[in-house]
């Protein structure tokens, strides 16, 4: 090969990582509950609602669910002046599992407090369930949880069709690509194996939607 040709494989080579990097930033595993929100404003009786007090929810969830626990794994990161890699990595997963399942927890109960309607605490305990089965499995493979979000978002959305009675379709077939491609990102980055990448969506899809139908 050519240098000129090498060096135009290194650099699409780079750009594939790039993507693969900001996919997995982009789709990171605490966007579970707001997806699984958004779904039942567009699908659900939840839909009446006024856009403002939608609006309100949404903010609440993300607080607890994307703010609190990736601003506490950082603190918690730059304290043990860990790098990335070792965040990663199956035993330095254990305390980014538990501040995550934590702050859940306290999400489920501030929406209980605040009377929320039960659909939506409902997907809170969805992802506080796969969160506490990937943490469980993680003791012996390091399944992901990127995949295993989606596959609890999968999982949720197919139970809410069968208990409200919508059409799932179009949400199945964006969120099977979404775990494809996201999955895909994952391997790339050598962060997963393609049995980790499988392990994590299924778990995610069964341990979700038992646990709304369940609720």
């Not at 607080?63 to 950082?74: A, E, Q, R, Y």
């Not at 208990?163 to 799932?168: A, K």
């Not at 099977?176 to 194996?193: F, K, N, P, Y």
Request: charged residues 10%.
């Amino acid at each position: 090969m050519s240098q000129i040709g090498q060096k135009a494989a290194d650099e699409q080579r780079r750009m594939i990582l790039l993507m693969a990097r900001y996919i997995s930033l982009i789709f990171t595993p605490f966007y579970l509950p707001m997806m699984g929100l958004i779904a039942l404003f567009l699908f659900s009786y939840l839909s009446m609602m006024p856009l403002a007090y939608k609006i309100f929810v949404l903010l609440t969830t993300y607080c607890f669910t994307v703010l609190l626990p990736t601003t506490l794994i950082h603190l918690y990161r730059r304290y043990q002046g860990w790098s990335l890699l070792k965040l990663v990595s199956r035993e330095g997963r254990m305390v980014p599992y538990a501040i995550s399942i934590l702050s859940y927890i306290t999400c489920f109960y501030t929406m209980n407090a605040m009377h929320f309607p039960h659909f939506m605490s409902s997907i809170v305990m969805a992802a506080i369930m796969v969160q506490i089965i990937c943490a469980i499995i993680n003791q012996w493979w390091k399944i992901s949880t990127h995949t295993a979000a989606i596959g609890g978002t999968t999982g949720a959305v197919v139970a809410f069709s069968l208990i409200i009675g919508f059409n799932p379709l179009w949400w199945f077939c964006i969120l099977i690509i979404l775990a494809g491609v996201v999955g895909t990102g994952r391997m790339l980055l050598r962060l997963h194996s393609l049995s980790e990448i499988v392990g994590g969506f299924l778990v995610g899809l069964f341990a979700a939607g038992a646990t709304v139908m369940m609720v």
